[in-house]
């Protein structure tokens, strides 16, 4: 897994290159200090972890100097650790409880973001990964405002094998689509439903309506155990400020990072979990059904400073 993250991340190794080209300059004057910070806060790390990462650099170059490359890498390692939070909740909690009668009861898991982020194709990779664990597992097609939604989940359904429950209608109810799924993975004995749902950027307020609502019809028929937030590594603060909007509406529970195969900007990793106060739990890695991981916190800091 970390050689793939390695391969597929397009900053790979960059920042701790970009870092280690400056400390190689001998005595630091202030505009190489100001050189650092600048590659820190390109790195999409935010300026809260940015000043931690200076602080923690400065130190070591008071005590040791800055001779010594691989020291400056260990303590650039250990911040990112530091950062990432390696004591962080990464599990998928998705095993199925059992109803009052005593009948399994499929775990739910709502899948949030904007449009173009990568959540059908997230939700569809993530069916491949529960059903390799042995899962039977339901789609629900909720994003009910756009067609090819529910054709490109379909298509996806069709791929992985697992069943999708869709509405013929265009503008159909999402909450009543969302309510057929978890009916139909209650009837079929399944062990996960994983519901699709529209990204178009509403007001606030209309947000919360729509996906409170989803919420209350899918707990008639049971939990919702993970909200899992989808965030485009490669928009940045941009992206950040709009996956605010949706962790301040609903109870978001994990992340899902996807193109980090496209962005030289890993740092998002850190700066998005301390925005949102949420674990990233999967990134996305390419196109592919296959191009999906568990994140591994410290596969992704070698990675970004190898
Ligand atoms: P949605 O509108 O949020 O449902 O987004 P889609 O699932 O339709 O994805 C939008 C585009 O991003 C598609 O072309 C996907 O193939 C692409 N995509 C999704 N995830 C990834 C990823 O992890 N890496 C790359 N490179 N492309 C991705």
């Not at 899948?111 to 990779?125: D, H």
């Not at 689509?177 to 529209?198: I, P, W």
């Amino acid at each position: 897994r970390m050689t793939r993250l390695r391969a597929r991340l397009a900053s790979s190794g960059a920042l701790g290159k970009a870092l280690l080209s400056v400390f190689a300059r001998g005595d630091l004057k202030a505009s190489d200090w100001e050189d650092i910070e600048d590659t820190l806060l390109s790195a999409d790390l935010g300026l809260e972890a940015t000043d931690q990462i200076m602080e923690a650099l400065r130190t070591e170059v008071k005590v040791s100097g800055n001779n010594d490359s691989e020291r400056i890498r260990e303590v650039l390692r250990q911040e990112l650790l530091k950062l990432v939070d390696l004591n962080a909740d990464r599990e998928l909690h998705l095993e199925p409880g059992e109803a009052e009668d005593g009948q399994k009861q499929a775990a739910a898991a709502l899948v949030v973001g904007v449009n173009g982020v990568g959540k059908t194709t997230s939700v569809g990779k993530l069916a491949r990964i529960l059903v390799a664990e042995g899962n039977q597992v339901v789609l629900g097609a909720a994003d009910t405002f756009r067609a090819a939604a529910a054709d490109q989940l379909q298509t996806w359904g069709e791929r992985v094998g697992v069943e999708v429950v869709r509405s013929d209608k265009e503008g159909a109810d999402p909450a009543s689509v969302a309510f057929d799924a978890v009916k139909h993975g209650l009837e079929t004995q399944a062990d996960v439903v994983l519901v699709d749902t529209a990204g178009r950027l509403h007001t606030k307020g209309a947000l919360m309506d729509e996906l409170g609502k989803i919420r209350r019809v899918m707990e008639r028929g049971t939990q919702i155990k993970e909200t899992l937030l989808v965030l485009d590594a490669t928009t940045g603060q941009n992206g950040m400020a709009q996956a605010k909007v949706f962790a301040e509406v609903t109870n978001v529970t994990g992340i899902i990072l996807t193109k980090l195969d496209g962005s030289a900007k890993g740092g998002i990793v850190v700066s998005v979990q301390k925005a949102l106060g949420v674990p990233v739990k999967l990134v996305g890695l390419g196109e592919g059904a296959d191009d999906m991981a568990p994140f591994d916190p410290e596969s992704f800091v070698d990675s970004i400073i190898a």
